[in-house]
């Protein structure tokens, strides 16, 4: 969990609509974590406008080029709703983009996980962004699904998926002496100069 800390008022800016539901597909990727100690991290934001306040239980819209970070976690979208509990923690962030928001996050192996859509909803108490609708996840080196909504979960790397829901399983990568021979590496023995026998000189 994190504290902001705003200026007491400043500029006012739009509102953001949350929905939920159940989630019917699940994709996940075995012993991946998120970046261990990334909520434990300062929140900083950055924006065009701000306008909200830093008390309990109050929410806060940042407007024009948002961009918040924490630990290895950032998300980007055109309006961000950062909602504080009564402790004045963040305990949620819904951002919009057009033509969507954008989250990212390194695991504890330093591979990649990006989320995009038209509304993100991230629970900061708990690591789990609701991304929805149209939403792509994506894991380096593991897999990529699309859906109507994605709920993903930033502890685990465990995703699930409704609506029109797709998937891609990424192979792995072979290396060294499993890699198959790839076309055109082969050399003749005539080609090899280690391999051709000498020229005869006339």
Partial sequence: MSSLNFPSRMRAARGVLLVSATAVFALAAASAYAKTGDR????NTAQD??????AP??????????????GTMKAKGD????????????????M????????????DDNNLMTGEAPTLDYDNINGIAVLYPNAVVTEQNTGEARADKITYDTNTTHFTGVGNVSA???????????????????KSSSADGAAAEPAAHT
Avoid: C, W
């Fill in 40 to 43: 434990n991290q300062p929140m």
């Fill in 49 to 54: 406008h701000l306008d909200g306040f830093n």
């Fill in 57 to 70: 239980n109050t929410i806060t819209t940042l407007t024009g080029n948002v961009v918040v970070t924490q």
């Fill in 79 to 94: 309006v961000a709703k950062i909602y504080l509990d009564a402790d004045t923690q963040v305990s949620r962030i819904v």
């Fill in 96 to 107: 919009t983009g057009k033509p969507h928001a954008h989250i990212e996050q390194l695991d």
């Fill in 168 to 186: 891609i399983y990424y192979p792995k990568q072979k290396t060294g002496k499993d890699a198959p021979a790839q076309p055109g590496n082969a």
